[in-house]
C-alpha cells in the first residue's frame, strides 16, 4: 500500500473506531434506536470507504503491476482475487 494511501486509510479508520466506541456509549445510555441505527449506518458507509480507497490503491499497483509484467499466470490471480472481494463485499 502505497505510503499516503495507508495514512489516509488510517486516519479513516480511526475515526471508524470512534464512531464505534460512540455506538456503544449510545447504547449504554438507552439512547433512542433511531438514532443508534443511523449511527450504524454511518459507520457501515464509512468503512465502504476505507474498502473503496484499498481497492482502488490495489487495482492501481498490484493488479497493474501484474497487467505490466506480461506474467499471465499472475494477471489471473490478481483478477481472480478481484473478483473474490467483489462478490463477497455485495453480500
Do not use: F, P, W
Not at 464512531?19 to 433511531?34: E, F, K, P, S, T
Amino acid at each position: 500500500m502505497r505510503k499516503e494511501i495507508k495514512a489516509s486509510v488510517l486516519k479513516r479508520l480511526n475515526r471508524v473506531e470512534g464512531q464505534v466506541r460512540g455506538l456503544a456509549g449510545m447504547v449504554a445510555d438507552d439512547r433512542y434506536c433511531i438514532d443508534i441505527v443511523t449511527q450504524i449506518s454511518a459507520a457501515r458507509a464509512a468503512l465502504r470507504r476505507v474498502e473503496e480507497e484499498i481497492l482502488r490503491d490495489h487495482v492501481a499497483h498490484c493488479v497493474e503491476h501484474a497487467i505490466s509484467s506480461g506474467d499471465k499466470a499472475d494477471q489471473r490471480r490478481k483478477i481472480a482475487e478481484l473478483m473474490d472481494v467483489v462478490g463477497r463485499a455485495e453480500r
